[in-house]
C-alpha cells in the first residue's frame, strides 16, 4: 500500500509520460481537480493525484486505497495503494484496442513502464482479480457522494451483497451457538437486547424445528424491551409450532406492559386448540414476516445495522434509497391507491439520516418531503422540518424563507386541518422555531433579519391559547433580550 510509483511518475517526466499515454493515468491533469465537488460518504479524506482523458479522476483516501470516479457518475476502488493501482492500469491496458504498430508500442511501454516502478508481470487474470477485490470493497467505506447534491455515485462493477447479510451473519453465527446448546452464549444473547434482535431475525429465516427451545427462551427475554417487532416475531415463531402447551408462556408475555397487550391482543385465548395456535401465528407470518429477507422493508436492516455499529453500511443504504425516491417519486406510490404517494418513508429517511449525523441528507429528504404534501396542516409541519434542518445546517436565508413560506400558509389556507394550531403544541413549535432562527441571525449577524423574524415570533405567540404561549416564554423572553439589546 505504498506510493512509491506515485513518488517516481512526479520525479521522472518521461515515466510520467509514458503513464498518461497509453496508459491514461495523467498526474499533471491531477491540478485541474474533478468534474464536480466530490466527498466520500463516510468523511474521510481525498487527495487527487492523477486524472484522464475522459475527465476521470483517481483520488488517494485516508487508508492509501485509489478511488476512481469518472466523469459520468460511477466511481469504484481500483486498488488499495497507487503502487497496486498502477500496476492494474499498466497490466489490463488491452492490446487488441490498438492496430499492430500501437499495439507493439504499447508493449513497449509497458515493459518500460513496469521495469522502472519495479513492478512484476503478473497474468492477466491475476491482476483482473485485484481489480475486483478492489472494487468489491467500495462500499460502504468508500461511497462517493456529489459533495454539493449530495446524490451518491454509481458502483463500477458489480453491486455489494444485500444489506441483510452482513446484518445478519453475527445473528446466524448466534443461532448455530444456540442449537448447540453452548450455555455461554444462551446467556450472553438474552441478556444482550442487540443479540437477541438478530438471533430472532436469524431464526426467522432459517427455521428448523429444533428452535422450540431456543425460541421460548428469547421470546420471554426479549418480553423486557416491551413491544417490539422481534417480540412479535419471537411469539409467532413459538406459535408455529402449534404447541398449546406454550399458550400461558405467551399469555405470560403478553401481560409485561400495556404495549404489549395491545400488540398482542389478537393472541388466542388459553382455552384455544393447536388449529387456533397455529392459524394465529400462520396469519401473522403471512402479513408481517415470512421467510425471504428480501422482502423485509429496507428500515429492518438499517436499524439493526445500526445498532450493531455498522453505520456505514446503513448510510449507504439510505443514501442510495434516497436517491431512488427522488428520481422516481412513484416509488412512493400507495399499494391501496396508486393515484396517491404515501411519504411516510420519506419521514422514515429523515430520522434514520439525522439518527446517523447527516443533517444535509436528512435535510434533502425533508424538502422532497415537503413539496409533496397535500393539506395545510401537513405543509406547515413539513416546513417546521424542513426550517429546523437549514438552521441546523447553517443555511440560514433558507430557513427564514422556509418559515415565511410557514406563515403565508397559515394566514392564506382555508383548509379545516389548521384550524385549531393556535392551540396545539404545533403552535408552540412553530413560535419556538421562529425565536430559535432569530438567535442563529442574531449570532450570525444578521440583525436586520433577526429583528424582523423576532417581530414575526412575537405575533405568532400572540395568536397562541395562553398555554401554548406560557411553553414558548422562557425562549421568547431570551430571544428577545438578545436581538433587541443588538446595536
Request: proline letters at 4%.
Amino acid at each position: 500500500m505504498t506510493d512509491r510509483a506515485l513518488r517516481l511518475l512526479l520525479q521522472d517526466a518521461r515515466l510520467a509520460e509514458l503513464a498518461a499515454y497509453p496508459f491514461d493515468f495523467d498526474v499533471e491533469r491531477a491540478g485541474y481537480g474533478h468534474v464536480e465537488p466530490v466527498r466520500l460518504a463516510s468523511g474521510g479524506s481525498l487527495r487527487i493525484v492523477a486524472g484522464d482523458a475522459g475527465g476521470g479522476s483517481y483520488f488517494v483516501c485516508e487508508d492509501g486505497s485509489v478511488l476512481y470516479a469518472d466523469s459520468e457518475g460511477s466511481a469504484g476502488i481500483v486498488g488499495a495503494g497507487v503502487d497496486e493501482a498502477l500496476e492494474i492500469i499498466i497490466g489490463l491496458e488491452d492490446a487488441e484496442d490498438y492496430d499492430d504498430e500501437e499495439a507493439a508500442a504499447l508493449e513497449e511501454a509497458r515493459t518500460e513502464l513496469r521495469a522502472a516502478l519495479g513492478f512484476p508481470e503478473r497474468p492477466r487474470d491475476e491482476l483482473e482479480a485485484l481489480l475486483d477485490a478492489a472494487l468489491a470493497r467500495t462500499e460502504p467505506d468508500f461511497l462517493l457522494l456529489n459533495a454539493e447534491e449530495g446524490r451518491a455515485y454509481d458502483l463500477i462493477g458489480p453491486p455489494p451483497p444485500p444489506l441483510w447479510e452482513p446484518v445478519l451473519a453475527a445473528g446466524r453465527a448466534d443461532l448455530a451457538a444456540l442449537r448447540a446448546e453452548d450455555r455461554a452464549v444462551w446467556d450472553a444473547v438474552a441478556e444482550d437486547p442487540v443479540r437477541r434482535r438478530i438471533a430472532l431475525r436469524a431464526a426467522q429465516f432459517d427455521r428448523a424445528e429444533g428452535d422450540l427451545g431456543p425460541l421460548r427462551r428469547l421470546l420471554r427475554h426479549e418480553a423486557r424491551s416491551s413491544m417490539t417487532d422481534e417480540l412479535r416475531l419471537a411469539a409467532v415463531l413459538v406459535g408455529l409450532h402449534g404447541g398449546i402447551e406454550d399458550l400461558p408462556l405467551l399469555h405470560e408475555v403478553r401481560r409485561t406492559d400495556f404495549d404489549t397487550a395491545c400488540g398482542l391482543s389478537e393472541l388466542p385465548g388459553l382455552d384455544a386448540d393447536p388449529a387456533e395456535l397455529l392459524g394465529w401465528a400462520r396469519e401473522l407470518d403471512d402479513l408481517m414476516f415470512g421467510t425471504d429477507p428480501a422482502d423485509e422493508p429496507l428500515y429492518t436492516w438499517t436499524d439493526l445495522a445500526l445498532d450493531q455499529g455498522m453505520t456505514n453500511l446503513a448510510r449507504c443504504a439510505l443514501i442510495r434509497r434516497l436517491d431512488a425516491i427522488e428520481l422516481d417519486q412513484g416509488l412512493l406510490r400507495r399499494t391501496d391507491d396508486p393515484t396517491r404517494l404515501d411519504t411516510s418513508e420519506l419521514s422514515a429517511l429523515v430520522a434514520d439520516l439525522e439518527r446517523i449525523g447527516e443533517p444535509g441528507q436528512a435535510l434533502r429528504a425533508q424538502r422532497l418531503h415537503t413539496a409533496l404534501q397535500e393539506t395545510a396542516s401537513d405543509r406547515v409541519s413539513a416546513r417546521l422540518t424542513q426550517a429546523r434542518l437549514e438552521r441546523e445546517t447553517e443555511q440560514l436565508p433558507a430557513a427564514d424563507r422556509s418559515l415565511a413560506a410557514l406563515r403565508d400558509t397559515l394566514a392564506e389556507s382555508k383548509d379545516d386541518s389548521l384550524r385549531f394550531w393556535q392551540g396545539t403544541s404545533l403552535g408552540r413549535y412553530i413560535t419556538e422555531e421562529h425565536y430559535h432562527l432569530a438567535l442563529a441571525l442574531a449570532d450570525a449577524g444578521s440583525a436586520e433579519e433577526a429583528r424582523a423574524l423576532l417581530g414575526a415570533a412575537e405575533a405568532i405567540r400572540g395568536e397562541l391559547s395562553e398555554s401554548a404561549a406560557l411553553g414558548a416564554r422562557e425562549l421568547a423572553e431570551r430571544a428577545v433580550r438578545w436581538v433587541r439589546g443588538l446595536s
